[in-house]
């Protein structure tokens, strides 16, 4: 959810894409349009936004516990047509990446931005292959996903294998996110992904194991004109099953739309339409940074098996606040979460402002 915007903004930002011109073409998401692995690994130039979106749980061999993140956007921003130069940003990329290390207390994160093109910056078709300079993330002829990216204080050279197929959100992949039926995305995940490889901080090399989420999404539509913010999660269950859920807010702090899915260990998945899905809060967090108060203690309530399945998360801990405004994005709270035989990511925009474009 949150990475549309904040990919976009950026990139749109730091890129200077001329405001006055003329937006393409873009492709409408629509229902009915089956999806096909590995070709939607990769990228879909056509439309206005994509992401690869790789979020976690890491432990080391000393026992410690620590969250990442690994997103990269593509974006084909409005560009005059006919324009020749090679310097014309048709396709622009733009990388984030943080370590929630509960030893410093507050994130350790890094980004990269570039045009696609001069051997620089790709987003290839046909399979997953997403390079800006020395950060990548790559789908390997065995099926992994590998990843390196670095910030300041911290690197990330990992793996991700796959143990369960795609997980095909909404109608089968068709996911909408408000009322009208152009407000959606094509979206799946790769839940329970095992993680190897090994971390830098603080100048030390350390191995890392642990567990990993996978969300793809592209799209071409933004969010409801109503919808202020919104809270997604996505979690890896101890029984091997799988949770996604999310709700977009209105100003009033009411859900606009909701959306969802679990799938157990075995296979069987339950969908979650609109209105189905319900957050609580339970404690806020509120950031010294910027004064935004988060609800960084949630619980997530949906319908399985007959009667309301909730889960109430905790996070690793409470400042996992990400301030993007110095590079065009959002302030936002995205961090490692976890309770009720879960661990996941838990994703809170729009509570310092509404999120615009």
């Known amino acids: 959810m949150g990475r549309l915007l904040a990919g976009l903004m950026a990139a749109l930002a730091l890129l200077g894409a001329p405001a006055a011109a003329q937006a393409p073409s873009y492709p409408v998401v629509r229902p ?28 080391t061999e000393a026992g410690e516990e620590l969250g990442f993140q690994v997103t990269f956007f593509r974006s084909r921003p409005p560009l005059a047509g006919g324009n020749p130069s090679a310097f014309a940003p048709r396709q622009v990329l733009f990388a984030h990446a943080a370590l929630s290390d509960p030893a410093r207390g507050r994130l350790l994160h890094g980004q990269r931005i570039a045009r696609e093109g001069f051997g620089l910056a790709r ?14 993330l790559r789908r390997l002829a065995d099926g992994r996903f590998v990843s390196k990216a670095k910030g300041e204080g911290f690197a990330l050279d990992l793996a991700f294998r796959p143990t369960q197929p795609p997980l095909l959100q909404g109608k089968g992949g068709y996911s909408q ?141 409470d400042d996992q606040e990400l301030d993007s405004r110095a590079s065009g994005g959002p302030v936002y709270w995205e961090g490692a979460v976890r309770g009720d035989g879960a661990r996941g990511y838990l994703e809170l925009t729009g509570y310092l402002a509404a999120m615009v474009l």
């Open 123 to 136: 987003a290839a078709r046909g399979d997953a292959d997403l390079v800006i300079d020395d950060w990548s």
């Open 32 to 59: 009915g349009v089956a999806l096909s692995f590995p070709a939607d690994h990769g990228a879909h130039p056509a439309f206005r936004i994509e992401w690869w979106y790789v979020t976690g749980w890491l432990r």
């Open 177 to 317: 996110k408000g009322p009208r039926p152009e407000q959606a995305s094509y979206y799946y995940s790769l839940p329970q992904m095992a993680v190897s490889g090994a971390i830098v901080r603080g100048g030390r090399k350390v191995a890392v194991t642990g567990s990993a989420w996978l969300d793809r999404e592209w799209s071409s539509t933004l969010l409801d004109p109503s919808a202020v913010g919104w809270d997604w999660v996505g979690l890896n269950l101890e029984d091997g099953g799988a949770l996604m859920a999310f709700q977009v807010r209105d100003a009033q702090g009411r859900a606009l739309w909701t959306g969802g899915a679990h799938r157990t260990a075995a296979g069987v998945t339950t969908r979650f339409g609109q209105g189905q899905v319900r957050f609580a809060t339970h404690r806020t967090w509120r950031s010294p940074r910027t004064g935004a108060a988060y609800p960084v203690e949630r619980s997530v309530s949906v319908p399985l098996g007959g009667r309301e399945r909730t889960w109430r998360l905790r996070p690793l801990f």
